[in-house]
């Protein structure tokens, strides 16, 4: 219970503000004593524990209240924990904090890079603003997009406020003036305030920003789109510290320091008289115009920033460190510090919340990027030595290389995991964390190769060993239906084109390593070890090779991180692009990032013909099953019309999309992998990105089908498929399990309607799809219902056909045996128990279900059961809180006649389990009222 008091007292404290003194009692022990239902003696006794504790303090006031310490500012070190008074403890804190702000003559201005360097004259200008008596100077910061103005407006009033120039609780107040700049009154009634009655709408006095902003700074973002007129209203302010309210003739005053700020062209942009009126006018360099370490520095210090903010170790590649140095950003600072967050952002899609480590690698730079480095001849640039890590306790470490930087990447790769595995020999390594660094130095080394930028396209070496390698995988998914993605094929090419030049001594490699490596594949990649080795003997025979224990081990964990996980139900999707290894290079950044093989690549070198690229997809859509679909995802829009070429040989429908980009390939997985329709795929992409797309649906021979669906989720829906299925057996059909709530929504529009010919639906309950026939489960079990499906079948089957499927139903489908085969429970005895339930339910609601309804509630409360044995209860009911408001007496009762249930089962039945009961019953019982 301490602990709850404790939540409690953290919760309160979180929402409270000193401000309203009168509002303390919120804080004080009879009120967490209420919202926890416990005495007020009690919740005292734990909040005076917990102040001994120092976790709370304890302010003596009538009533008695209590504040958490954790909603203060980490860097009030307090000393005392229990005060006289609300005023006494508010006194303490500005001591403690005025203390804080003097130490060490600390300045703000020191955290600025280049506050020594490029904006040193800056600086110097921004100071003389912020000292010059009495009030200040304004002061304009001009400055590309970016650039840092709105950060060294916030340094200025921190300094101005560290120094005491402005009190503690001084305002600091912006306005964007771009976003009135076609409403100058408006922007003159925020300013200045307004009268009552000064205009339409104005029902009361306003204060202005002008007034807010009293004894503080105002800030003026895109201050050049003040018109001429709004800089004229601000001359008389500037000039005296006086104005009127819009519609007021009394003059006020106030007191405020100015900031203004510009990406504009001064003179152009201003009234000379405005400029006269601000003495200090600040220009801030662009990016590029920053010196290489000034760069350098502000790339670590939001690497660390991002650090701090997830509370993990980031490691990032000297790649992406040279890419992020030598880009040019149109967006300046603020863009470098979003592309950052955008890195910090996929590694952590791809890595997850519970790794301590972060490594940002090539993979997640977005490909608009990676074509402005290369355009701007990235091999001259300057580089880095290392790369570059932020530690647990975020320090700063550049890890340098001790071989030359220009070592190949290859032999660094197999000379790495032999150290590695030595180390593992030697006990120092587990065998997870040798997986993991394994992993950490193939990742290193697909970063290097997929992104050179040499014409390997006049590389007859290179070129040869691809379509060598190209040529197996083919043989080997035709063969052993053993598949290679068009990525992983890619790089193991390169692999082995570096790999032929590198002399690599077995005789290196002892015996009991060559043992620890066989068992260390045994163990972790047996059965890829059983794929790839049939690869690896055909590269030896094919390209006299002589591939070691090392190379096998490399080859097979490359083919474990590219084999698919994804199941059949989910569309096939696959990118096309122009270039040697661009379409290879998004399938991989998708695929790491989701750890899953979700796309294909198909590359087109500058010299390959569309008819070969559309040869290659008719061959991987034969070998794939695409009745759930498939998404083309293109570079450009020419290789938009091969949609004429390929449509018929895909059975579901064929989406294509144009302007790849990361971005798209990341938003498609995700959304695969949630198994969205492609449809909304289109849809939600086309909120987020412009492009073209194209959408088709099997024109001829679409398949029969019947759906499956139940209210209460997929998984009921896929055991009566399986249900379903034994009887159904002689049909040519197929049975697709599908969301109730989406067809309930989507209707005959969905995307199933297009692809299949829906012939009917049998589930828990009806989604009312015009058109469409519905057949209740328990209904099989009855006369009517074996009736019911001879309608819907009798256009698909003739009589003896009709005769089979009869003689099945009656022979498979018995009440037990539908439990049986859709619960683990046992059917005799879970029958029993929920007959008697709904015998008390009966003659508690005082009606009588008919014998559909009751076996309807039979098989749909055995899977309840099931659910809530196993932990996994659907906790989701649209509007549960206005169902318990409406139906509170049958939830009552329902507990009451389910308890038997309850005990038997160890199980506690949650609200929405039974609402979903409800809904079955008023689906049934028109008279239903409770």
């Known amino acids: 219970m301490k602990e709850k008091v404790y939540s409690t007292i953290k919760e309160l404290s979180s929402k409270f503000d000193f401000k309203n003194h009168n509002d303390a009692d919120k804080l004080a022990a009879s009120n967490v004593a209420d919202i926890l239902g416990i005495k007020r003696n009690t919740a005292s006794r734990y909040l005076n524990e917990l102040n001994k504790e120092k976790k709370v303090i304890k302010i003596n006031s009538r009533p008695v209240v209590f504040y958490s310490v954790s909603s203060l500012s980490k860097t009030l070190n307090l000393e005392l ?59 304009l910061i001009s400055g590309e997009t970016g650039s840092g103005k ?135 360099p662009n990016l590029n115009e920053r010196s290489y370490n000034e760069r350098k520095a502000l790339i670590t210090t939001f690497i660390k920033d991002e650090a701090i903010k997830l509370n993990k170790t980031i490691n990032i590649t000297r790649n992406v460190i040279d890419i992020l140095l030598n880009t040019n950003f149109k967006g300046n600072v603020g863009e470098l510090k979003n592309l950052i967050k955008i890195l910090s952002a996929s590694a952590l899609i791809n890595q997850g919340y519970n790794n301590k480590e972060l490594e940002i690698n090539i993979n997640h730079i977005p490909p608009k990027y990676l074509d402005m480095h290369i355009e701007n001849n990235f091999d001259k640039a300057l580089g880095v030595s290392g790369d570059l890590r932020i530690t647990d306790n975020y320090e700063v470490v550049y890890e340098y290389d001790e071989e030359n930087l220009n070592f190949t990447h290859t032999r660094n790769l197999i000379y790495n995991m032999k150290n590695n595995l030595k180390q593992y020999k030697l006990n120092r390594k587990s065998n997870e964390s040798l997986d993991e660094y394994l992993h950490h130095e193939i990742n290193t080394f697909i970063d290097n190769i997929l992104f050179r930028t040499e014409d390997v396209e006049i590389d007859i070496k290179r070129n040869y060993i691809n379509k060598i390698i190209v040529f197996i995988s083919s043989f080997l998914k035709e063969k052993h239906n053993i598949i290679f993605d068009g990525a992983l094929i890619h790089i193991i090419s390169q692999y082995i084109y570096y790999r032929i030049n590198i002399e690599i001594n077995e005789n290196e490699l002892d015996e009991s390593l060559k043992e620890i490596i066989t068992k260390f594949i045994q163990s972790k990649y047996s059965y890829e070890y059983k794929n790839s080795s049939k690869l690896i003997k055909l590269l030896s025979t094919e390209l006299d090779l002589s591939l070691t224990l090392m190379d096998e081990l490399l080859i097979t964990i490359m083919y474990s991180m590219f084999k698919s996980k994804k199941t059949n139900k989910m569309p096939k999707a696959i990118i096309l692009a122009h270039g040697y290894s661009t379409a290879s290079s998004l399938a991989n950044v998708g695929n790491r990032l989701f750890e899953d093989n979700i796309f294909e690549a198909f590359d087109m070198p500058l010299d390959s013909t569309t008819e070969e690229l559309v040869a290659e997809i008719k061959h991987y859509i034969k070998s794939v099953d695409t009745k759930e679909g498939l998404i083309i995802m293109v570079d450009m829009g020419s290789l938009m019309e091969i949609h004429n070429e390929i449509r018929k040989e895909v059975v579901g429908p064929v989406a294509l999309i144009n302007n790849v980009s990361t971005s798209m390939v990341l938003n498609v997985a995700s959304e695969l992998l949630r198994d969205t329709s492609i449809e909304e795929i289109l849809e939600k992409i086309k909120e987020n990105t412009i492009i073209n797309y194209k959408l088709f649906y099997p024109e001829n021979n679409r398949k029969n089908a019947i759906i499956t669906t139940c209210v209460t989720g997929i998984g009921t829906a896929q055991k009566i498929k399986e249900l379903l299925e034994e009887g159904f057996k002689d049909v040519q059909l197929e049975i697709i399990p599908y969301d109730y709530k989406r067809l309930k929504y989507n209707g005959i529009n969905d995307e199933c309607f297009k692809v299949y010919n829906i012939v009917g639906i049998v589930g828990t309950m009806n989604p009312n799809i015009e058109g469409i026939k519905f057949l209740f489960i328990e209904e099989i079990l009855t006369e009517d219902g074996i009736e019911g499906l001879n309608n819907i079948f009798k256009n698909l089957l003739n009589q003896e056909q009709l005769k089979v499927l009869n003689d099945n139903i009656v022979r498979m489908f018995s009440l037990n045996r539908v439990i049986n085969s859709i619960t683990i429970l046992n059917a005799e005895n879970v029958i029993k128990l929920i007959e008697k339930a709904i015998l008390q339910l009966e003659n508690k609601i005082d009606l009588k279900i008919s014998n559909g309804t009751k ?76």
């Open 81 to 139: 924990f229990t005060f006289k008074d609300v005023d006494e403890f508010l006194g303490h804190v500005q001591l403690i904090k005025k203390e804080n702000n003097e130490e060490n003559g600390k300045s703000y201005f020191n955290e600025v890079i280049g506050a020594k360097g490029s904006l040193k004259e800056q600086v110097r200008q921004c100071v003389s603003s912020i000292l010059y008596p009495t009030n200040g100077l304004p002061c």
């Open 150 to 284: 709105s950060y060294l407006a916030n340094v200025m009033f921190k300094e101005a406020k560290a120094l005491g120039i402005i009190g503690e609780e001084a305002p600091f107040l912006t306005l964007n003036c771009a976003q009135y700049a076609d409403n100058p009154e408006l922007l003159s009634a925020l300013l200045f305030g307004y009268k009552k009655g000064s205009f339409t709408g104005a029902d009361t006095n306003s204060i202005g920003l002008i007034e807010k902003a009293d004894g503080g700074y105002l800030f003026l973002d895109e201050v050049h789109r003040l018109s001429g007129e709004g800089q004229e209203k601000l001359f008389r302010f500037l000039d005296e510290g006086k104005y009127l309210r819009v519609g007021d003739n009394d003059e006020r005053s106030s007191v405020v320091r100015f900031i203004f700020a510009t990406s504009e062209n001064l003179e152009a942009s201003f009234l000379m008289t405005f400029l006269r009126r601000i003495p200090i006018i600040v220009k801030l």
């Open 855 to 930: 076996i309807s509630l039979y098989i749909h409360i055995s899977c309840m059961i099931e659910r809530m044995v196993r932990q996994c209860p659907i906790k989701e009911y649209e509007n549960i809180n206005d169902f318990r408001k409406c139906h509170e007496k049958f939830l009552e009762l329902a507990k009451e006649c389910f308890s038997v249930i309850e005990r038997t089962y160890n199980i506690e039945i949650i609200d929405s389990e039974l609402a979903y009961i409800y809904d079955i019953l008023a689906s049934k019982i028109k008279k239903l009222d409770i």
